[in-house]
T-cell receptor, first 115, second 109 residues
Framework: GAGVSQSPRYKVAKRGQDVALRCDPISGHVSLFWYQQALGQGPEFLTYFQNEAQLDKSGLPSDRFFAERPEGSVSTLKIQRTQQEDSAVYLC?????????????FGQGTRLTVV | GESVGLHLPTLSVQEGDNSIINCAYSNSASDYFIWYKQESGKGPQFIIDIRSNMDKRQGQRVTVLLNKTVKHLSLQIAATQPGDSAVYFCAENRNQFYFGTGTSLTVIP
């Protein structure tokens, strides 16, 4: 596709349920980022991949959050035993490696609501 | 700590007027900055970027100014239109992007 694609667009989960959020980056983009955006706030960094390597996961809020990108393209953000505080929009972005134009392109996000 | 923050959370302007949105950053090692526009229910959309070796960059109706001495960025939108109503974020890039809280711009017809 032409842009970053995220699915699902909306997800309602019961507290304690596991969820998986998918990101399809722009073809050829080796860098991939996950962000969490609470209502009325700016995006907060979660984790960063370059190809299949997870280079930075310092923003993941707890060990319930896990991200993978096994083939260096599609990425999945998994949240185990969801809590109400996990309710947010989860944004994925992709970019070329630094030095070749580092503009990051964002998907529309997945809105997660934990009830 | 590291932070990127905005001076004003909301801004209302009359259609046709110019808008100025400000942003402060704290990490002097940052060498690349981006302004994003985010409309309701959508992801952030790239507007314009600037590298630290520049003071000013112009796009279509938008200009970004960078003052490294006081670690300040501004986004100027000329002849603001109703379609410009959105939340605007500045983002500071090192390995990942650090975002501020955002400024909500409302254009009054």
């Amino acid at each position: 596709g032409a842009g970053v694609s995220q699915s699902p667009r909306y997800k309602v989960a019961k507290r304690g349920q596991d969820v998986a959020l998918r990101c399809d980056p722009i073809s050829g983009h080796v860098s991939l980022f996950w962000y969490q955006q609470a209502l009325g706030q700016g995006p907060e960094f979660l984790t960063y991949f370059q190809n299949e390597a997870q280079l930075d996961k310092s923003g993941l809020p707890s060990d319930r959050f896990f991200a993978e990108r096994p083939e260096g393209s599609v990425s999945t953000l998994k949240i185990q035993r969801t809590q109400q505080e996990d309710s947010a929009v989860y944004l994925c972005a992709s970019s070329l490696p630094k030095g070749r134009g580092t503009e990051a392109f964002f998907g529309q996000g997945t809105r997660l609501t934990v009830v | 700590g590291e932070s990127v923050g905005l001076h004003l959370p909301t801004l209302s302007v009359q259609e046709g007027d110019n808008s100025i949105i400000n942003c402060a950053y704290s990490n002097s090692a940052s060498d690349y900055f981006i302004w994003y526009k985010q409309e309701s229910g959508k992801g952030p959309q790239f507007i314009i970027d600037i590298r630290s070796n520049m003071d000013k960059r112009q796009g279509q109706r938008v200009t970004v100014l960078l003052n490294k001495t006081v670690k300040h960025l501004s986004l100027q939108i000329a002849a603001t239109q109703p379609g410009d109503s959105a939340v605007y974020f500045c983002a500071e890039n090192r390995n990942q992007f650090y975002f501020g809280t955002g400024t909500s711009l409302t254009v009054i017809p």
